[in-house]
């Protein structure tokens, strides 16, 4: 499969830290096999992440991500290393860059995070051409990472080969073969509908990632596919000669759908699928229940994954505040973040509602997933908050709970 034919998000996302000068720019250009960022003497060069697509078999397409030293100092030199730890928070696997002195708070304080979310580590220990590291220096970061390479990015021709070595034997095996959006939903062969609502949300002239996920993943399996706009749900079914296996639409046209759809058709959306595949089903669901714990002045953050210019009907700032305000009868207070934002007083919210994050990877929904519980804040997703409000959540989750 080539890069460009991976979704951005479906990609491992491979993290370059370390602090100032170790040395990550030039193993950055070492694995990318090009000049991906800048390299000079100046601690401090890089100074936002700089993120480059490329092939690794066989793990397929991933994402390297360099980013500025994380010992950076002064008011500017602290937004760097924030920026540096929202890198974390998408990695799939880290590279720790450091010299022959090794480690010290630093390094170990991003280790323990990573440690702590089961994310791999390959610490590279750079510059052994100026000075070989002690052997205690290497015990004390072979305890915390997977792998450790001695090298100087310098002589050594064989560290890109090191690095993608080390990285296969570390990496989730999920992101050797990723999961499948429809797992033990639809099997090969089957009839499946699709209802993609074009309203003024629909890009002009596209369907959206979610959408050309699915419809790619079931054209794969062979499926029979219908495509349709929700006008057309009732005369596709009837021109069917047999039920489909399922019937899954856009969350926005989950009430009309489910009038139209009988019981007896499994029913689901887009958005739930995602929030299976980028997140944890079980979570979301359980706090979709918190809704009806809402009161009067409760903050409700609503987390959006991309950055689209807000419509006057958009569906996070407009289409679910509406829904809750309508289910709970409540005087809430709404908040939206977008992109790789994320706030880090998030005990102040009684809920947080993410979307599908069809636009980023698991690591980041799952690491905000980690954050609320810790601070015991219920989190949801887009579709299974709108099927709470609309009371057909129950339905829309019995695909997944068989
Ligand atoms: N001798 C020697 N120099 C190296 C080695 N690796 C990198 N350097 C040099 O160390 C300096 C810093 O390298 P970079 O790759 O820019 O380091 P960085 O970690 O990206 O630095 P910042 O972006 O400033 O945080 C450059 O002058 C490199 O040429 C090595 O293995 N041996
Ligand atoms: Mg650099």
């Known amino acids: ?9 479906m990609r491992l996302h491979i993290g370059i830290f370390g602090k100032r000068n170790a ?35 066989p793990i397929g397409s991933v994402v390297i991500i360099d980013t500025a030293g994380i010992d950076d100092t002064g008011s500017l030199g602290k937004e760097r290393v924030k920026k540096s730890q929202k890198v974390s928070d998408r990695t799939d696997a880290a590279i720790i860059v450091c010299d022959g002195e090794g480690w010290n708070k630093y390094e170990f304080e991003l280790a323990e995070k990573f440690n702590k979310n089961n994310i791999p580590i390959i610490a590279v220990i750079n510059k052994s ?22 090298t ?19 990496v989730p095996d999920s992101f050797i073969n990723p ?14 509908i699709l209802v993609t609502p074009i309203d003024k949300e629909a890009p002009k002239g596209r369907l959206i990632l979610p959408q050309v996920n699915v419809l790619r993943e079931l054209l794969d399996n ?12 009732s005369n596709s079914l009837k021109a069917l000669k047999k039920p489909p296996k399922c019937v899954i639409t856009d969350s926005q046209a ?15 959306s887009f958005s739930i699928l995602f929030a299976r595949l980028k997140g944890d089903l079980k979570t979301f669901y359980d706090g979709a229940k918190q809704i009806d714990n809402l009161k009067d002045g409760d903050k409700i953050l609503i987390c959006e994954s991309c950055t689209h210019h807000p419509i006057e009907d958009d569906i996070g700032r407009v289409k ?29 919210y009684k809920l947080i509602v993410h979307c599908g994050g069809c636009m980023t990877n698991r690591r980041e929904i799952l690491s905000r997933i980690n954050k609320s519980r810790e601070k015991n804040v219920s989190v949801t997703n887009y579709g299974i908050a709108i099927s709470y409000c609309l009371g057909i959540c129950e339905r829309a989750m019995k695909p997944f709970f068989k």
């Open 23 to 57: 040395g990550k720019s030039s193993v950055t250009n070492i694995i990318t096999h090009q000049d991906t960022s800048i390299v000079s003497a100046k601690a401090g060069t890089t100074t936002d992440a700089v993120e480059k697509t490329m092939e690794m078999l």
């Open 129 to 150: 051409d100026i000075k070989q590291p002690d052997k205690t220096v290497i015990d004390k970061i072979s305890e915390k990472v997977n792998s450790v390479i001695v």
């Open 320 to 348: 679910i505040p509406n829904l809750l305000k309508k289910k709970t009868g409540k005087k809430l207070v709404f908040e939206n973040v977008s992109s790789h934002e994320f706030p880090t007083d998030i005990e102040k």
């Open 254 to 268: 989950f009430k009309e759908v489910s009038e139209i759809v009988p019981e007896s058709i499994p029913l689901t």
């Open 179 to 192: 999961p499948a959006i429809l797992e033990g939903i639809v099997k090969k062969e089957d009839t499946v």
């Open 222 to 233: 062979n499926c029979i596919t219908v495509v349709v706009t929700e006008k057309q749900l």
């Open 152 to 170: 100087s990015a310098k002589t050594d021709k064989k560290l890109a080969e090191k690095i993608r070595e080390a990285l296969i034997r570390c």
């Open 1 to 9: 499969m080539k890069a460009n034919n991976t979704p951005k998000s």
